[in-house]
């Protein structure tokens, strides 16, 4: 890759979207682990669905390697970048651009904060249910990436079980557009689960659509100290047979 790469990405893309040099934070390189690996060329922030399209079409082309990038909380450093790799930057695609509460469902871009999709949908009285330590920081498209579970997987499921549609960019550039709505879908194979759990190594997630549900109006807290994990099972089973899928874990 020589200089001239540069130039051409920063032509090819919108004025102010790519990062090089000293413009690049360590947090683009280093994640929780601690370890920092070698700064990337270039961190590339697209601010839409195009952006993104344009540039994985351009470095396809030019044969560089892109990295995706959310909230880097993911803790298998899955989002450092190789040398000479491109970053993609998520972070400013961050817009919950809809919440339809007659439909139980919202539309986030990829870089959104879990949180701030929390925060959005608990407006309406409804919750979004995934929910992980790593709310504040971690984003939907690397939830949906690599599948996560968090503490309400008893109840709701992994996040698999709460995507309804989704919007990719595959390597090519070209747009997936199957941001459907609707629980009911049996519209042939169902393409977006090959993408959730991925990690990104079959296209970059830039939107979802997200199944929402109405708050509880009340919760009961039991606290069970057990001696045995045969005895959590057991507490689970009997708790499951009684209130059925009204039982959650925090
Ligand atoms: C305090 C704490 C608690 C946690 N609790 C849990 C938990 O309960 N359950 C759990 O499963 N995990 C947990 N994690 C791990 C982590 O938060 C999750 O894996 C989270 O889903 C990662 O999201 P992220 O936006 O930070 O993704 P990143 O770390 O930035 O990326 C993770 C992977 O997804 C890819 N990726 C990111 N965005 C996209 C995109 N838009 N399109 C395609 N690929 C993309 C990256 O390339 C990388 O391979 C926890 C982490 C912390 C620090």
Do not use: W
């Amino acid at each position: 890759m020589t200089d001239s790469f540069i130039d051409r990405l920063c032509k090819a893309l919108r004025k102010g979207s790519v990062l090089t040099g000293t413009d690049i934070a360590s947090r683009y390189y280093h994640d929780l682990a601690g370890k920092p690996v070698t700064q990337p060329r270039a961190v590339v922030r697209p601010r839409t669905t195009e952006d993104v399209s344009s540039l994985l079409r351009f470095c396809q082309r030019e044969k560089v390697p892109v990295t995706t990038q959310g909230g880097m909380t993911g803790l298998v450093r899955g989002a450092l970048p190789n040398p000479h790799e491109i970053v993609l930057s998520m972070e400013l695609m961050t817009a919950v651009e809809e919440v339809d509460i007659s439909s139980g469902v919202a539309v986030a871009q990829a870089g959104t904060p879990l949180q701030t999709i929390q925060d959005r949908v608990g407006q309406e009285g409804y919750m979004f249910p995934l929910d992980l330590g790593a709310r504040g920081s971690c984003t939907i498209g690397g939830n949906i990436s690599t599948n996560a579970g968090g503490n309400r997987v008893i109840r709701y499921g992994m996040t698999r079980d709460l995507i309804l549609g989704l919007e990719v960019v595959t390597a090519d550039g070209t747009v997936l557009q199957g941001l459907r709505k609707y629980i009911k879908n049996n519209t042939g194979i169902d393409l977006k689960q090959l993408f959730i759990g991925s990690e990104g190594v079959l296209g970059v997630v830039t939107r979802a659509a997200l199944r929402i549900f109405p708050a509880p109006r009340e919760r009961q807290v039991a606290l069970c100290a057990l001696p045995s994990f045969t005895q959590v099972i057991s507490v689970l089973g009997m708790a499951r047979k009684h209130l059925g899928r009204r039982i959650d874990s925090i």
